[in-house]
């Protein structure tokens, strides 16, 4: 078979196109501006709070037919772009106030399946409005996943997630905050700190042993059921089973459907791929473990669990292979936060 000049030029192209994607290292963001624009803004100014975990990008997403990984790092700084957004949607008539948010988590990841990519985005922050002695008064807060789903994800995904977040702002710019809480500037730095008092299970100076089938009877320190004995994995720190006292009798539990568990006043968390409890250790006002965590997740276990989705987002270049990591308990919804890697170490098998 003869091949012209100019076919084979032509395959050459969309060769050197293609490595050519597959090596970039980065993807832009910018947060598009709405067509439509509230009819009245009381804010001209937006401070940004950034307290995520890594500042250094806003994830990982797949670039090019060999979908390299790239981390999504934005050309103009995020502060700027929320500005920005703000000043475009005045219509012209808004008031001189000044609105700051307390940013957590801005994060997209890809997860490529057989037919199909999922694209997520998964935004979590606080809002508040400043009042007219110096202090600040929450606004709003947002905790959401967005999920797509395509052969080509990334463009569509990052369409939604900045849809989400224009929203969250435009939605709140035309309403004032109650004055019933208020903050100072120093407050709202170290807010994460401030929301974990109100909660039991960061303030209490003891835990209640028990079950807890979800994040909120944990958070809230009211068990389901009492613990009657645990087996530990061999000598490891892991709880494999767990039992109640039924009849004078020890009866086996089904881990499915608990979240959680306080054994002699040490929390264990539940996690799924190892199907055992690990020990939470708190520290510096917060709770931290180690455990084995997949970058194949369901998209419902994500939607369901929120926070899980940044999991995902920190373990794209991982491969399908579990993986251990340092995490931390997210407050807001029980979600785990990955920080670093720390090796494979034999942890609990599925009993």
């Given at each position: ?7 084979i030029l032509l395959f050459c192209g969309i060769i050197t196109a293609s490595f050519t994607t597959a090596q970039k290292k980065t993807e832009d963001f910018s947060i598009s501006l709405p067509d439509q624009k509230p009819e ?157 008092q109100k909660l039991t299970l960061y303030n209490a100076s003891e835990l209640q042993d028990g079950i807890y089938p979800d994040y909120a009877s944990f958070r809230d320190q009211k068990p389901a059921k009492e613990i009657a ?93 579990s993986t251990l990591f340092e995490q931390k308990l997210d407050y807001m919804n029980g979600g785990f936060i990955p920080l670093k890697e720390v090796g494979n170490k034999r942890t609990a098998p599925q009993p």
């Amino acid at each position: 078979m003869k091949y012209s000049l100019k076919n084979i030029l032509l395959f050459c192209g969309i060769i050197t196109a293609s490595f050519t994607t597959a090596q970039k290292k980065t993807e832009d963001f910018s947060i598009s501006l709405p067509d439509q624009k509230p009819e009245k803004s009381y804010y001209k100014k937006l401070k940004l709070i950034d307290a995520r975990t890594d500042t250094t990008s806003l994830g990982i997403v797949q670039k090019g037919a060999f979908n390299t990984k790239a981390k999504v790092v934005p050309a103009t700084p995020l502060s700027g772009q929320f500005q920005n957004l703000l000043t475009d949607l005045d219509n012209g008539n808004a008031e001189d106030g000044t609105v700051v948010m307390y940013l957590k988590q801005l994060y997209f990841a890809e997860l490529t399946g057989a037919f199909s990519e999922h694209g997520y985005c998964y935004f979590q922050a606080y809002l508040f409005a400043k009042n007219d002695d110096g202090t600040y008064s929450y606004l709003d807060k947002i905790d959401s996943v967005i999920d797509h789903s395509s052969m080509d994800v990334t463009k569509a995904t990052m369409k939604k997630g900045s849809d989400m977040v224009s929203n969250f702002i435009s939605r709140n710019i035309s309403k004032k905050a109650a004055t019933t809480d208020q903050y100072s500037f120093t407050d709202l730095k170290n807010f994460d700190n401030i929301e974990k008092q109100k909660l039991t299970l960061y303030n209490a100076s003891e835990l209640q042993d028990g079950i807890y089938p979800d994040y909120a009877s944990f958070r809230d320190q009211k068990p389901a059921k009492e613990i009657a004995n645990v087996k530990f994995y061999g000598k490891s720190s892991k709880i494999i089973k767990i039992y109640e006292a039924e009849e004078g009798k020890e009866k086996e539990i089904r881990k499915n459907n608990i979240y959680a568990i306080v054994y002699k006043g040490t929390p264990y968390l539940h996690l799924p791929i190892e199907d055992a409890f690990t020990p939470a250790e708190k520290k510096d006002g917060d709770f931290y473990f180690t455990g084995k965590i997949k970058s194949t997740a369901k998209t419902g276990d994500v939607v369901l669990a929120s926070a899980f989705f940044g999991i995902i987002g920190g373990l794209i270049a991982s491969g399908p292979s579990s993986t251990l990591f340092e995490q931390k308990l997210d407050y807001m919804n029980g979600g785990f936060i990955p920080l670093k890697e720390v090796g494979n170490k034999r942890t609990a098998p599925q009993p």
